[in-house]
């Protein structure tokens, strides 16, 4: 219990002394799509699995990148995909799509074109009908960026 | 009026799985990238899609300034009875466009 609270003084010393300034902006922007994906979960765990995210590893044009997310889910009634969302890390805002599907959907796959700025993580995170989180992370090379800046 | 390709087939067998692919003309502006004076272009970009079969909706997808130009969609539904079925897309300025088409289930 002492030894918890000297680590909780000790981290709080640390922010209060300049340490959040060697924090590299990879990170932070890392750390900020870890919350938009927490937001998007309401802070419920995310898994990972269940959840295929198809996308060329080597991007040659960011301004249009086929994606394709596909759940492991029978898409019945009692069990289905409620919520598709994919996320990404360096693009000016973290959220890229968020899909929403039910039982109707007879099959939970999605596909689209996104814009990638430069290369980054991307993460595809599924919402299903039992109210768990899963989730599938990619790292892309992107050669010619998307027209941001 | 921005065109629009819709796929989709015109007949299916009660519930079969059948793929729905939408494209709209619109340039997605983002809001972040300068135009030519420097300044930046404001931004304009389709923030909801949503397709409705029978007038129950089946699908939707709220769209962030990170989906491509043409905004693109592909998605699944199960062909349950003869109808339409109805995209709307959704944006910035007032943007409101919706297209039909006729599916004939057997």
Same mark, same amino acid.
């Given at each position: ?9 000790? !981290?709080?010393?640390?922010? =209060?002394?300049? !340490?959040? !300034? ?21 802070? =419920? ?5 269940? !959840? ?24 019945? =009634? ?26 109707? =959907? ?44 | /009026? ?9 007949? &299916?067998?009660?519930?079969? #799985? ?9 340039? /997605? ?6 135009? *030519?004076?420097?300044?930046? +272009?404001?931004?304009? +970009? ?18 962030? &300034? *990170?989906? *491509? &130009?043409?905004?693109? #969609? ?10 339409? +079925? ?14 039909? #088409?006729?599916? &004939? #289930?057997?």
């Amino acid at each position: 219990m002492k030894l918890a609270l000297q680590r909780r003084e000790l !981290l709080q010393l640390g922010a =209060a002394g300049g !340490l959040a !300034l060697l924090v590299r902006p990879a990170q932070a922007t890392a750390f900020e799509m870890q919350s938009a994906i927490a937001n998007y979960a309401s802070g =419920a765990p995310v898994k990972t699995g269940k !959840l295929r995210f198809d996308i060329p590893p080597l991007v040659e044009n960011g301004n249009g990148v086929p994606v394709t997310i596909s759940v492991d889910s029978p898409m019945t =009634a009692a069990e289905h995909v409620t919520g598709i969302a994919v996320f990404n890390e360096r693009n000016p805002q973290r959220d890229v799509v968020r899909f929403t599907l039910g039982p109707r =959907a007879g099959k939970a796959v999605v596909a689209t074109r996104i814009r990638l700025a430069t290369s980054q993580q991307l993460v595809a995170v599924a919402r299903l009908s039992d109210g768990t989180f899963w989730s599938h992370s990619v790292d892309v090379l992107v050669t010619l960026a998307a027209c941001l800046e | /009026m921005a065109r629009t390709l819709i796929t989709s087939p015109a007949t &299916a067998k009660r519930g079969e #799985v059948i793929e729905l692919r939408a494209l709209i003309a619109h340039p /997605m502006e983002t809001g972040f990238r300068p135009g *030519a004076d420097g300044l930046l +272009l404001p931004r304009n +970009l389709i923030t909801r899609f949503s397709c409705r079969y029978n007038g129950d909706l089946v699908f939707s997808a709220d769209l962030f &300034a *990170a989906v *491509a &130009a043409n905004p693109y #969609v592909s998605f699944f539904t199960v062909a349950t009875d003869s109808g339409t +079925l109805s995209f709307s897309w959704e944006g910035d300025h007032g943007f409101a466009q919706t297209e039909t #088409v006729a599916l &004939a #289930v057997t």
